[in-house]
């Protein structure tokens, strides 16, 4: 961060001195403007290397640790999925079989989940990967 601000207030600076000098030696308006702009923008690319080169070692730095913060967000997201999905599951089966249990003590058939689907108008969930 303490690069990229060293920088972008040497470049500040330079446009200002050269904005300076140009409007000293007689330019007004928009043509003092641009001139200032293309002088300071010379020599910043020449003054300015080592800042600049330093500035986007910081950036990249920065990046790629971001990265690796996203990486570890996603993974932390993936693993939550996961285990929402366990407990969703759990939570069927016990219902399941809380209505198997129900029917058997009332001499009832206990339905299959598929049958009780379809009568529901419903699919039955599906283990993943099976095909239907």
């Known amino acids: 961060m303490r690069s990229w601000l060293t920088y972008t207030a040497a470049r ?3 446009f200002a001195g050269a904005f300076g000098v140009v409007y000293l030696f007689g330019a007004r308006s928009w ?4 001139l200032a702009w293309v002088i300071s923008g010379l ?3 020449v003054l300015l290397s080592k800042w600049r080169d330093q500035m986007s070692a910081s950036v990249v730095d920065w990046s790629n640790k971001r990265e690796k913060q996203d990486k570890a967000v996603g993974s932390r997201l993936v ?3 996961a ?3 366990e407990i969703q599951d759990e939570l069927l089966r016990a219902q399941e079989a809380e209505a ?4 058997e003590k009332n001499g009832e058939k206990a339905e299959e989940p598929a049958e009780s689907a ?3 108008g419903t699919e039955a969930p ?7």
């Not at 198997?100 to 029917?103: E, H, K, L, R, S």
């Not at 599906?126 to 239907?132: D, I, L, Q, S, V």
């Open 118 to 120: 379809e009568r529901a």
């Open 79 to 81: 693993g939550g999925a």
């Open 31 to 34: 043509i003092a403007l641009i």
């Open 83 to 85: 285990r929402e999905d």
């Open 126 to 132: 599906r283990a993943e990967g099976t095909k239907k």
């Open 12 to 14: 500040v600076a330079l």
């Open 43 to 45: 020599a910043s690319y």
């Open 100 to 103: 198997a249990a129900g029917a």
